[in-house]
């Protein structure tokens, strides 16, 4: 069975970190471009960020820029969140984008994925 599960979210005070983890089972997760994706209550799906499979290319919506990272493994892709903000809360889940990793993370394109998992909640809040 092809899917991606995630780990790692959890509740932490506005400034802290955490470190999200995917894990691939049915298929080689290093051979794809896997993006990070979160959706908020009463919000779309936003693209955080992607990681190319050909270079490792690493791309970043503008709100996260400077604070997350992205990077993998052969088994893992995570996403490193440092100086978090409230604004930051959300379900984050990993996702395989169909035509892979595009320059900016609103592009049309990360509205098709090929898989995605269930999502680890991140709450930031004092």
């Known amino acids: 069975q092809i899917q991606l599960v995630e780990s790692g979210g959890g509740l932490v005070q506005p400034g802290g970190s955490l470190r999200l983890s995917c894990a691939a089972s049915?298929?080689?997760?290093?051979?794809?471009?896997i993006g990070w994706f979160r959706q908020a209550p009463g919000k779309e799906r936003e693209g955080v960020s992607c990681?190319?499979?050909?270079?490792?290319s690493t791309y970043y919506a503008d709100s996260v820029k400077g604070r997350f990272t992205i990077s993998r493994d052969k088994n893992m892709v995570y996403l490193q969140m440092n100086s978090l903000k409230p604004e930051d809360t959300a379900l984050y889940y990993c996702?395989?984008?169909?035509?892979?990793?595009?320059?900016?993370?609103?592009?049309?394109?990360?509205?098709?994925?090929?898989?995605w998992g269930q999502g680890t909640q991140v709450t930031v809040s004092s």
């Open positions: 049915g298929f080689a997760l290093d051979l794809y471009a």
């Open positions: 990681i190319s499979s050909s270079d490792d």
């Open positions: 996702g395989r984008p169909t035509y892979g990793c595009a320059a900016r993370m609103d592009d049309s394109r990360y509205k098709l994925l090929e898989v």
